[in-house]
């Protein structure tokens, strides 16, 4: 068992829903937590700014902010209301000190998935240009194929590479998260393209619970389930990879738990399985 | 609006859960639907050279027997008792007259999906022969990546076309099922491929619905979700497959209703969709 120190663990907002940023901040702090993801809905009512710098005078990075996307739709207007979208959450990152947008890319399920593909293809070239002039970069992630209908059309991380490539700028790369793609027979040969491409901006754990009761709410801490998530993270590693890892757990009876003794638990799963 | 007839139309016992094997059969020739497919637990207690006849007496024909596999486990005592129950399995299909078993090929959470998927292509082989000198034809099924954890380590059509190639044996084959590879970016290429080796030996509809609200048992009938039946459809003609299309639907909610307007329901979405 080794333990890498936890200056390398960053804690996504939502794995603790139910508390206010502010709770999460000051509890990440006093655990020697390196880092901290921001999903949007933690700002709700707050300045960027001002809870970029609070999060920075308690002694933690702001890793990412969580999250743009969602740029399929079969409703032009929508598209464009996407892209507009988009461009103001890139300047919230920018305000907030977040130097990456994460995102999940969208999919309408009243079209074919060629169509989301390639409207995600002209949102995420739509946006480049001003995330790379603020410099916040932008990690597509490919989400599980349970979700190829409404959330993403982008499913392997082979998906996000060819679009990287013909994106081809170097502000837009890829969020690698292991509940997503620990499926995947050609993950490491993906996983070294990525790497090679200079081009893995982040890396997600969480665990599969066998059985998993729920398609979106039910994700495990990192060793209760079945995901080899250590290996993964060494293939992320001899990659190039060097951030922090992020845990990212949505979990209907996890949130119901008190969350500090939660929290002394995904430490210590981050010490054991990742 | 084409209507094809419906002595192409095969529908799955388990579509129809709450009828008993002898009234699905009655229901289904009355309705003038060419064929049947057999779960087995729809025979229990039953002979199945009896609920053969009865079939084919009815005017229908028996298109397989679902379902054999589950060859992975981290016990190699029950990986044996694996390859003996399918030999069972082949053996009642023999019985039945059924001309192929469908195989969910199986998974273990508690060991890497790389041993879970050679263990499969070692039960396929040891069960191929017996299969083959029987007249019994086996088509390995990918199941979506959501079933990655135990009920399949065999997620993609690559995949299985992959374990075909390996196997190759004429007698060993795949079932091609929309619900489970809709999503997958490389499913027109991997169907032709399927159809050049001549080993596409089934093809299964239903329809993903969205929201999803169940992993294993939400499925909609077809047109009610986001899946391109027809398209697909179209691809397994084109790529040779001239066999009964199956609608294998597993849905609490519509296991629920009366099952005569269901099937009508069925019938309906099959003449427009599919």
Redesign the interface.
């Known amino acids: 068992m080794i333990d890498p120190g936890l200056s390398r663990l960053c804690i996504h907002t939502i794995t603790n829903k139910p508390w206010a940023i502010e709770t999460a901040i000051e509890e990440y702090a006093r655990a020697g937590i390196g880092g901290i993801t921001v999903w949007r809905d933690a700002l709700d009512g707050r300045g960027p700014a001002v809870v970029g710098k609070r999060i920075r005078d308690a002694g933690l990075a702001v890793v990412s902010l969580c999250r743009g996307g969602f740029f399929a739709s079969a409703n032009p207007v929508a598209r464009s209301e996407a892209i507009r979208e988009n461009l103001s959450v890139i300047l919230q990152a920018h305000e907030l000190g977040a130097p990456l947008v994460v995102l999940v890319c969208g999919a309408d ?2 079209q ?2 060629e169509d989301s ?1 390639a409207q995600i293809l002209e949102g995420v070239s739509a946006i480049a240009g001003e995330a790379a002039r603020l410099g916040v970069r932008l990690a597509i992630e490919p989400l ?3 979700y ?3 959330r993403s059309a982008i ?2 991380l082979e ?1 996000a590479n060819d679009m990287c490539d013909l994106i081809d700028i170097p502000e837009v790369g890829v969020a690698i998260d292991v509940y997503h793609l ?4 050609h993950l490491a040969r993906q996983i070294e393209r990525c790497g090679a491409a200079k081009r893995i901006f982040a890396f997600h754990v969480s665990d ?1 619970l ?4 729920d ?1 979106l709410n039910d994700r495990g801490i990192m060793g209760d ?2 995901i ?1 998530i250590r ?1 993964i993270r060494e293939q992320v590693a001899r990659a190039g990879f060097n951030g922090q890892t992020e845990v990212e757990i949505f979990s209907t009876s996890l949130w119901a738990t008190d969350q500090r003794p939660y929290l002394d638990r995904i430490i210590d799963a981050y010490r054991h399985h990742v």
Chains 1, 2 share one sequence.
């Open positions: 399920p009243a074919p998935l593909r599980h194929p349970m190829a209908d409404s499913n392997t998906q620990f499926w995947d027979p599969w066998t059985p998993t009761r398609l389930g079945c080899p290996a």
